[in-house]
């Protein structure tokens, strides 16, 4: 029997795999998410293989309820079949209905370009969010009361029986607005400051918990512990976040759903049987700080056994006005603990921990001593010339009439028992130094530690060079675009956290390059959609209350509601946020044609934080204008519109006409003033016209050299000039601006001892912002070469042009991509020029390869004729121009050092 079994295998066709593999699958950029509510969620994964010129051809997708019903391949909810196409990415789902709470399985396998099909990716799900309202069981908004003061955050509990193991449990939780949520003692999770941050009369987010291990049959008791965020801002600002027309007290919503092992599902909502008391937490403001008062410490008040006989019942409130949606994106989370780097007493009992990084968050402090103690921590950037704390640039526009106004303090209230340790729940803060007093004895190093906070997104790239000094620059933007990612792009986590439109967009191409903050873009993409008025008009901040209409918005920040879709399409070949979208974007063109006159648009902020010379508001305001009408026409042809597109693709062409016959001056060949912003401005959106861009490109260069070599713009024109100078072959000036170390320059800020970016040249106002941090991408992009290709979205087709610029004799930089892995590694090696590059599987890359003296490349030793995967294009100028499939290559130009010394 076993021999006749064995004949019977060898005569059988074996099915032979593919030497590429699925992996990664993830659902709307994340994975194994739960409690979503995009309809219908989209699918993505990536490939891997160890040989060359990988691609894939077709897919197959099969969905089940369950893994085992996945694995067995039966009771499939979907099945695609064999899907010819090379798509891995945003794939729609498209079975059987969804219902809410249902888990779906998934798996994938491809086919590779010899039509082999490969194994199957690993199993992946994605589970619903609640989908109607009728499906939140009639749990009731709750509060302490319903007065919005300034009064101790409120706990509550609530007790419950569980008559069976449960098999499934999980709860939806929207409280506002902050909340912790704990059942039988334990707090779930380990996210902070949830949910995310939104204009709460348009929306709010509620978040699915996974409790089925914490919970035990018998008694159970679930805690909910609330704080203000921005839902309830009591301190006066600014920005009248005080006035919000959503600001109200602190509740929530709430729904348990346990299925047991025998399949009964029991429910528990949030309703007047809830019991409600104050916590230690007797204030809390997201500007002013949090008072935690341990002596009102309520042993257990989140475990069955405790007595909440003493508590109130909670009350029935009004529900926040806006629309109830499943938060999408990852929370907010402590990323990491440092330890101070130095502590002084620049005053007896006044003690200063540097933690030797600039960063968003707040402090950790342990202390022992009697009831009653208190410990005063004030957070800032700068200390006086005496070594205490200055917050004085930074606190300036909060309870900005009050003397005695609080700002960035938290206070610790001992109880008196051993040692205690105090981190706030719901605030943070924007510092390098806390300043400590009231502390029994005397503290030491290890007596405080600084907790990092920021969204919870992956580092996907990394850049490195040769220099020193644009290695500190990369990491001080690194930090500072994490301490400014809360939930929504911020422009600094101190004075005012607001999600200023024009720095979030100025920093999105360095984000996508080297992280993966999708999700929390297409979150805010979607608060300002919410936001916009009918006529199309935005603020300058969003979310807001209210203010920003008047001052600080712009086409030059509010372009950022086309822009960021704009980028997340290139980047990620997303193309859902232009066209779930376009009527939005689309309204805002419409407005900005109604303010324009003749083509120029004039309103807004300019060229923001110049050096010296100033630029016409109108210059950049109508190239935004320009840019903002090509980006509709994009997005009405991913629609199918071409009516629309034509349309749209005219009136940039009428602006364009315009913005020259305006600004270009024919005598002088100056556009405007003739400022580094006005002409880099030109060139960068591709305003001038052919027959001017030589003239204009001299003029810019002569003005970078009357400042011998040195930058001076504001945030716009930063962008502007490095990308400019190197698209039109003068990176070698781009990169001398770039390396300078005295004012202005992001070197004087490393040589001034910075850790994150800032937003003055000189140093004043804040120290840590992200509005100046484009110069990240300009590394990654120039130096290393790494860019997208538009015509070919999600890095399908992408570039890699490597400089050797200056002083350099190396570049290095990675971008795990929504393909893969990207890598382009470069070094000057004995005078040879030494390129490794790492090109995804079902992708191309476009690679340029300096020439050295004797014109020749080879690739892993072979001549370019013998390289798998290889194909030679064309020489441009000093580059060998090749196509090259996926797969690692070693290229080696001979004599490139030498050529280069050459006149």
Request: charged share 20%.
């Amino acid at each position: 029997m076993k021999r006749s079994l064995f004949a019977l295998l060898l005569i059988l066709p074996l099915e032979v795999q593919a030497v590429v593999r699925p992996v990664s699958p993830s659902c709307e950029y994340r994975v194994n998410p739960i409690g979503i509510d995009h309809l219908p969620p989209r699918l993505s994964w990536k490939l891997e293989s160890r040989e060359r010129a990988q691609i894939q051809t077709a897919y197959r997708i099969i969905a089940a309820a369950t893994e085992a019903d996945l694995r067995a391949e039966r009771a499939l909810l979907w099945d695609t079949g064999k899907v010819a196409s090379n798509n891995t990415l945003h794939i729609p789902y498209a079975g059987q209905p969804l219902s809410s709470g249902q888990r779906v399985w998934w798996k994938v396998r491809v086919w590779d370009g010899q039509d082999r099909p490969s194994a199957w990716s690993a199993p992946a799900f994605f589970e619903m969010g609640l989908l109607r309202e009728a499906d939140w069981k009639g749990a009731q908004w709750i509060a302490r009361s319903q007065e919005p003061a300034a009064g101790p955050a409120p706990l509550f509990r609530r007790t419950f029986p569980v008559r069976a193991r449960p098999a499934r449990a999980r709860v939806y939780l929207c409280g506002l607005g902050y909340y912790e949520l704990y059942i039988n003692g334990r707090k779930v999770g380990d996210q902070v400051l949830d949910p995310g941050y939104t204009r709460y009369d348009r929306r709010v987010l509620y978040v699915t918990h996974d409790v089925t291990r914490l919970l035990q049959t018998g008694n159970n008791a679930i805690g909910v512990l609330l704080g203000n965020g921005f839902y309830n801002v009591h301190q006066q600002n600014a920005w009248d976040f005080d006035r919000a027309p959503w600001r109200a007290s602190p509740r929530l919503r709430l729904l348990l759903t346990i299925t047991d092992e025998n399949g009964t599902t029991q429910t528990l909502i949030s309703d007047t049987a809830w019991k409600t008391d104050d916590s230690p937490i007797t204030y809390n403001g997201i500007y002013g700080g949090e008072t935690y008062d341990a002596r009102r410490e309520q042993t257990g008040w989140n475990t069955p056994e405790f007595n909440d006989a003493s508590w109130d019942n909670a009350r029935i409130v009004e529900a926040p006005a806006g629309i109830l949606s499943a938060q999408n994106h990852p929370p907010i989370r402590v990323a990491q603990t440092l330890r101070p780097v130095r502590l002084t007493e620049p005053r007896p009992g006044v003690f200063v921990f540097d933690i030797g990084q600039n960063l968003a968050g707040w402090a950790r402090i342990t202390a022992q001593g009697p009831a009653g103690t208190t410990i005063t921590l004030r957070y800032g950037e700068r200390l006086k010339p005496d070594g205490t704390l200055d917050q004085e640039s930074i606190g300036a526009y909060v309870d900005q009439n009050k003397p005695d106004r609080r700002f960035q303090t938290d206070v610790f209230i001992l109880k008196g028992h051993g040692h205690e340790t105090f981190e706030p729940r719901f605030v943070y803060h924007g510092f390098q130094y806390v300043e400590v007093t009231g502390f029994p004895g005397r503290p030491t190093l290890d007596t405080l530690s600084a907790r990092f906070v920021h969204s919870d997104i992956p580092q996907i790239g990394q850049f490195s060079c040769s220099n020193p000094l644009l290695n500190k620059i990369w990491q001080a933007g690194k930090w500072a675009f994490l301490s400014n990612l809360q939930g929504i792009p911020t422009d600094c986590p101190h004075r005012e956290k607001n999600g200023w439109t024009g720095d979030a967009h100025l920093a999105a191409e360095q984000a996508l390059l080297h992280f993966a903050p999708m999700p929390v873009y297409v979150k805010w993409i979607q608060d300002l959609v919410d936001e916009q008025r009918p006529s199309g008009e935005l603020p300058g901040i969003v979310p807001t209350g209210g203010w920003g209409y008047h001052w600080g918005n712009g086409p030059a920040w509010d372009s950022a509601l086309l822009l960021i879709p704009y980028y997340l399409y290139l980047y990620a070949g997303d193309p859902a946020p232009l066209t779930r979208h376009y009527s939005a974007l689309k309204r805002y063109v419409d407005y900005l044609t109604t303010r324009a006159e003749g083509g120029i648009v004039s309103i807004g902020l300019g060229d923001w934080a110049p050096y010296e010379t100033e630029t016409p508001v109108a210059v950049t305001s109508t190239a935004y204008y320009y840019v903002d009408a090509r980006i509709v026409a994009q997005a009405a042809r991913l629609l199918g519109n071409t009516e629309d597109a034509q349309r749209y693709e005219q009136l940039a062409e009428n602006i364009k006409k315009a913005f020259n016959e305006r600004f270009y001056n024919n005598q002088t060949g100056l556009y405007a003033n003739g400022s580094q912003t006005a002409l880099a401005c030109a060139l960068y959106q591709g305003l001038t016209t052919p027959e001017n861009r030589v003239v204009v490109l001299r003029h810019l260069i002569d003005a970078i050299q009357k400042r011998n070599y040195h930058i001076d713009t504001g945030i716009l024109g930063a962008r502007y000039l490095l990308h400019a100078l190197r698209d039109h072959g003068h990176a070698e000036i781009a990169y001398r601006i770039a390396a300078q170390k005295d004012l202005p320059s992001w070197g004087y800020w490393i040589e001034q001892g910075a850790t994150t970016l800032w937003e003055q040249w000189r140093g004043t106002d804040s120290r840590n912002h992200i509005m100046f941090g484009d110069i990240l991408a300009w590394f990654t992009q120039t130096l290393a070469g790494i860019r997208p290709d538009p015509a070919a979205p999600g890095f399908a087709r992408f570039l890699i042009k490597p400089h050797i610029l200056g002083d350099l004799t190396a570049a290095s930089a990675t971008c795990d991509s929504v393909r893969g892995r990207i890598l382009s590694d470069w070094k000057l090696q004995n005078g040879d020029f030494v390129l490794n590059v790492q090109v995804p599987p079902n992708t191309t890359a476009i690679v340029h390869v300096p020439l050295g003296e004797a014109l020749t490349v080879t690739e892993s030793g072979n001549p370019i004729a013998q390289a798998a995967g290889v194909r030679f294009l064309e020489r441009q100028e000093d580059y060998a121009v090749y196509e090259v499939l996926s797969g690692n290559y070693r290229f080696l130009s001979r004599g490139v050092a030498t050529r280069r010394a050459q006149p």
